[in-house]
Each structure stands twice: as structure tokens, then as C-alpha cells.
């Protein structure tokens, strides 16, 4: 038999190697086909998911929830306390009270009612405005609600079992969102009925530095923000809600150090160490977002002073 012989009977393919390659392709086939199933299956339970975390991070913002998953309520001394949920409302309870996620979603259904704010500070229901919402939920998640013409606010209802129109709000939650040190950050902040003071914030989404611009996401350094004004006060400690600075400032240091008992030092916090970038970001994100709602903090805060006066 010749070289050229041996060479051509060398690079013909055996049957052998046929059914090899044969298995291989099918067995890859095979393999994407069941990923594709998986994923299409997991895809509603992945979002139920995120779902459950946003409303749970939305009622820690709101003071309704804590960060160990119990139920908490303000109680005749105006001390937040555990609660527990009974026949649709929160009642005192224990640190054993766990909340069960129907229970979650049940206070979250009553409680926090999504709303839209138009540019002149008016509130108006999705059907008022004749917009979808599973839409417009999905249209601005990414880049943020209140660069939309109708910017998304959350209306904090009061812990009863029957809510009627007649009942006033306890607050509103905003959603907030940004850019950190190394991506986008997403959170809430919850302020109360005069428009001007801080309930409570979380950040819910970010990929900072873990032990440095993660701490953002962590109950010790959120707990700073409750009672902070977003309005800030001028030098004589009086507010101009028109034109006065609007956000939370996330400082390098200690409050107590860097601005003393400055009326600025109501709208600021403890900055965190090694993570001033990140820190500058969630304070550009509160400005940002506080200034296009600025029309509806500054007309609630006008209507809570006037029913004050009542």
C-alpha cells in the first residue's frame, strides 16, 4: 500500500468516530434543551421572589417590618415594638412572631398602595393616568421612576383591618436608585406625612465592596437615617421648601464631627469607612430623586402644616 494511500485511509472517519460525534451532539442537545425547560420553569418562582424581597424591603423602609423578618408597630409611647399579624391587621406581639410570607403579602397589598405623581405634585391612582402598570413597572425599573413623566411613590396606609378613603396615609415610600462605586444601586426611602422627614430607607440591590460600600444594605448603618430631615434647614434653622438643598448627605467622618450641631447635620449621616465613593453615590441618589418629587413633598408638607392648624 502506498504513503498516499496510508494518509487518505487515515483521515477517512471510522464508524466509530461517526457514533461518537453522533452522541455528543445529541447529548448537548439534550443538555440545552433541559436548561432551556429549567430556566422557562424557575423564571415565575425567580420573580415571585424578587417580588416578596422588594415588598419586604419596602416595609422596612416603612417601619412595618424589621430586618429579621418580624412585624413592628409604633405603641402608645411611640417605641417601635414587635407586632404580630391578627385577622388582617398588626397587633403587640414577640420576637418569636415570625411573619409567613402570605402574611407579608397581605399587610404589603393593604398597606403600600402604588401611586404616580405628576409634575405638579398630584397624586393620580395607574387608572387615572391610563397606564398599565406591569408596563410602566418594567419600562423605567432600570434607570428609575422618577425620571418618568409620572414618577412612582408608594402610599403608606394606617394598621387597620378595613381601610376606608377617609383614612389619612402614615407616609410614602420612594423608590431610589443610583450609581455606587461599581454599579447601579436600587433602594426605598420612606418619609412621613409632613414631606419632610425620613421614616426609614433601604437599599435592596447593589454590588459594592463587601465589609465597605455593601454596609449600605446592613440595619446598623440604615438605622441612622429615621428622623433626618431631607429639606435642608438654612444657618437660622428656618426651611425654604422652594429652594433649599433636598437629599441626604452621606458624609466622609462622623456628623457629630464633621458638621457639629449644624442645621445641616439633620439631613446628613455617617458616612462609612473605606467606601466614599460608594457614599458619594447614595448621596447623588437621594438628590437626584428627592429634587423631581420636590412639587409633592413641598404641597404635602404644606397640607399637613394646614391640617395642623385644624
Known amino acids: 500500500m502506498s504513503e498516499q494511500q496510508l494518509a487518505n485511509q487515515e483521515l477517512k472517519p471510522t464508524s466509530n468516530n461517526l457514533k461518537t460525534i453522533l452522541f455528543m451532539v445529541v447529548l448537548s442537545f439534550t443538555c440545552a434543551l433541559i436548561l432551556s425547560i429549567l430556566a422557562s420553569a424557575l423564571a415565575n418562582p425567580k420573580q415571585v ?3 416578596l424581597d422588594r415588598s419586604k424591603q419596602m416595609m422596612i423602609a416603612a417601619k412595618i417590618l424589621d430586618h429579621n423578618g418580624h412585624f413592628i408597630i409604633e405603641n402608645d409611647e411611640g417605641k417601635i415594638v414587635p407586632a404580630k399579624y391578627q385577622n388582617g391587621e398588626l397587633v403587640p406581639g414577640n420576637v418569636n412572631d415570625m411573619a409567613t410570607n402570605q402574611q407579608l403579602l397581605d399587610i404589603y397589598e393593604k398597606r403600600l398602595i402604588p401611586l ?3 409634575n405638579k405634585g ?5 387608572e387615572e393616568a391610563k397606564i398599565d402598570f406591569a408596563q410602566y413597572m ?3 425599573r432600570k434607570n428609575g421612576y422618577y425620571l418618568a413623566p409620572y ?3 408608594y ?3 394606617p394598621n387597620k383591618k378595613e381601610i376606608t378613603k377617609e383614612d389619612k396615609p402614615t407616609g410614602y415610600v420612594i423608590p431610589v436608585n443610583g450609581l455606587g462605586l461599581w454599579d447601579a444601586i436600587y433602594g426605598y426611602l420612606a418619609i412621613k406625612p409632613d414631606g419632610d422627614t425620613v421614616i426609614g430607607t433601604t437599599w435592596y440591590d447593589q454590588k459594592e465592596t463587601p ?4 454596609n449600605i444594605s446592613e440595619a446598623y448603618w440604615q438605622n441612622y437615617f429615621p428622623g433626618k430631615k431631607i429639606f435642608q434647614e438654612n444657618a437660622s434653622g428656618q426651611t425654604n421648601y422652594k429652594s433649599a438643598p433636598v437629599g441626604i448627605i452621606v458624609v466622609k467622618g462622623k456628623v457629630d464631627e464633621v458638621l457639629g450641631n449644624s442645621p445641616k447635620a439633620k439631613s446628613a449621616v455617617d458616612g462609612m469607612a473605606g467606601a466614599t465613593l460608594t ?3 447614595v448621596t447623588d441618589a437621594y438628590k437626584n430623586v428627592l429634587s423631581a418629587y420636590r412639587p409633592f413633598l413641598i404641597k404635602i408638607n404644606q397640607e399637613n402644616k394646614a391640617g395642623d392648624k385644624e
Open 49 to 51: 421572589a424578587r417580588n
Open 116 to 118: 404616580l405623581v405628576d
Open 122 to 126: 398630584e397624586l393620580k391612582t395607574f
Open 138 to 140: 418594567e419600562e423605567y
Open 151 to 153: 414618577k412612582l411613590i
Open 155 to 157: 402610599k403608606i396606609n
Open 211 to 214: 465589609g465597605l460600600g455593601a
Open 279 to 281: 457614599g458619594n453615590g
